[in-house]
């Protein structure tokens, strides 16, 4: 259900991986994400902080996008690409469209509410103006244990 992962689609989502354990380290659920530019330069990361900012949007992927839009100047983020280490959720993949996001690469499938390609498929809805492409299930095993294992305690 998309397009191949290239090697630095697999380093993006390492680094969204760094990231997520990071995230589930300070009491988020652990998702983590980065945005590159066309030349594969890392211009934006982020990582699950809404129990960190009371923030119900602070979304790795919302922060990751705030972040590149900081770097370069701009809310267009046209040949950009986005890594992150679950699949976007509804908000999410509205963002991502808003940006302009060209590719979106993830890790590990949400069954529950996933938003490009489980539950919904917003990025690449034809009936929209823009759509992304999608890299899916790269590091997804290592992106699911780290769920699972932030999960199980809880449960």
Not at 21 to 30: L, V, Y
Request: hydrophobic share 50%.
């Amino acid at each position: 259900m998309g397009l191949a992962a290239s090697e630095s689609d697999d380093a993006l989502v390492a680094r969204a991986l760094e990231l997520a354990a990071i995230a589930g380290a300070e009491g988020d659920i652990p998702v983590g994400a980065v945005v590159a530019d066309a030349a594969g330069t890392v211009i934006g990361e982020g990582r699950n902080l809404r129990e960190a900012l009371h923030d119900p949007t602070a979304h790795a992927e919302i922060v990751a996008l705030r972040a590149a839009a900081r770097a370069i100047g701009s809310w267009n983020l046209e040949g950009c690409t986005l890594a992150v280490t679950l699949e976007p959720c509804l908000m999410c993949a509205g963002a991502i469209l808003q940006s302009r996001i060209s590719r979106v690469v993830f890790g590990a499938w949400d069954e529950k509410a996933g938003a490009v390609g489980s539950q919904y498929d917003v990025v690449r809805d034809r009936r929209l103006p823009v759509r992304a492409e999608v890299v899916a299930g790269v590091r997804e095993s290592e992106a699911a244990a780290l769920l699972r294992a932030f999960f199980e305690p809880r449960r």
